[in-house]
């Protein structure tokens, strides 16, 4: 069976790098808000090119807290791609915003960039831009909106960590960004982690504080904040995977690499990539004639496939009072009914790759 993915085989190229990292901290006797968090945080703002990065427990709370941190509430909205994870729009909703959605592009897969003017209204605030699947946004369109309508931009880089948008690394052009590191990311830890980034003083200093009870001083509590801290061990571990981020990207686009030059099959739609635009594929989508048929087909062949993201959030249950139908969002909800995501992980072998492209041009 070709897995998926597989987090074993990311963590054998560098264990013991790894548990190197895990036993300092072990044996440290410091667990949080300590030196492991602030040479991380150093090190990621530096590979970035920003002032500031502030290391939180997930990549949803960075996302709550980055639209908190900009003041945004009840009466506010905020612009959304339609097909994106629910934890996009959680960011919104967590706050009391409302989340307003925008569809894709049939090519790309991410937001349609000529529909976001028409979807802004007085009650707009910002505009999140997902770099979904590992391919950066049109940001120089996204920066062109929000300067036009004075919005905010936060990028929403869960899965793009070393993408680029005309040179310019995914996390840099936005007011703040906000990166999960959750195991299977490009840049992953050993179980969920977060961090926000900025180059304003300012909003760097309020995430520091919300991310820690709302509290600059123990026991003076000066916002409405959350527990959400980087822990010392995962702070450690991402130094490591840190170091070797743009060689597991390369691990993954080389992976991508033979599949677009190996799959021939006109039954399904490869990956499309923007000129101006670098694809870490954090995710390799297929969009197919028959989802389930082709994910079926595969699974008999041995090899196992995801879906990503059957209900948009603008359909999902917990959101059903937005009043949203399937045909609202049509390129989006036709992603949603027809993407299957093929297996692209570091570590995997070079004859599964062959077996994956061989079984998918034989569908």
């Not at 980055?66 to 959304?80: F, N, P, S």
């Not at 101006?276 to 594929?281: D, E, Q, R, S, W």
């Not at 995710?283 to 879906?307: C, M, N, R, S």
């Not at 036709?334 to 062959?354: F, R, T």
Request: charge should be negative; glycine fraction near 8%; proline fraction near 4%.
């Amino acid at each position: 069976m070709i897995e998926y993915t597989s987090l074993k085989s990311n963590y054998n190229l560098y264990g013991s790098e790894y548990e190197a990292a895990a036993l300092r901290v072990l044996r440290s006797g410091w667990y949080i808000l300590g030196p492991e968090l602030e040479t991380f945080e150093r090190s990621f703002a530096s590979y970035l090119g920003v002032k500031h990065c502030i290391g939180v427990n997930s990549g949803t709370d960075a996302l709550i807290l980055a639209v908190r941190a900009l003041g945004i509430g009840v009466g506010d909205e905020v612009i959304v791609p339609a097909s994106t994870y629910i934890a996009s729009v959680l960011g919104v909703t967590e706050n009391g915003a409302k989340p307003v959605y925008v569809d894709s592009k049939d090519d790309t897969l991410l937001i349609d960039c000529s529909k976001i003017e028409a979807a802004i209204t007085k009650h707009t605030k910002a505009i999140i831009p997902v770099h979904l699947y590992g391919q950066a946004c049109d940001m120089d369109a996204i920066l062109s909106i929000a300067e036009k309508y004075g919005l905010y931009i936060l990028e929403d880089c869960a899965q793009c960590h070393g993408a680029k948008w005309k040179g310019c690394l995914t996390g840099t052009q936005g007011t703040l960004a906000a990166f999960s590191f959750y195991p299977t990311k490009p840049l992953g830890a050993l179980g969920d982690a977060g961090a926000i980034v900025t180059n304003n003083d300012e909003l760097a200093d309020k995430l520091r504080m919300l991310r820690n009870y709302g509290s600059r001083l123990k026991y003076h509590n000066e916002s409405i904040g959350r527990n959400s801290r980087l822990d010392e061990i995962q702070a450690a571990v991402l130094s490591v995977g840190l170091e070797h981020l743009d060689e597991c990207n390369a691990i993954r686009q080389s992976i991508a690499e033979k599949y677009m030059n190996g799959i021939t099959n006109k039954r399904v739609r490869l990956p499309y990539i923007e000129s101006a635009a670098t694809h870490v594929f954090h995710l390799f989508p297929l969009i197919v004639d028959d989802q389930k048929h082709f994910q079926k087909y595969l699974e008999a062949k041995g090899i196992k496939t995801q879906i990503h993201y059957p209900i948009p959030p603008y359909v999902a249950e917990c959101y059903a009072e937005q009043g949203h139908m399937w045909e609202d969002y049509p390129v989006a909800s036709y992603i949603a009914q027809h993407e299957v995501s093929l297996p692209v992980y570091n570590g995997m072998k070079s004859n599964d790759v062959d077996a994956v492209i061989t079984a998918v041009n034989e569908y």
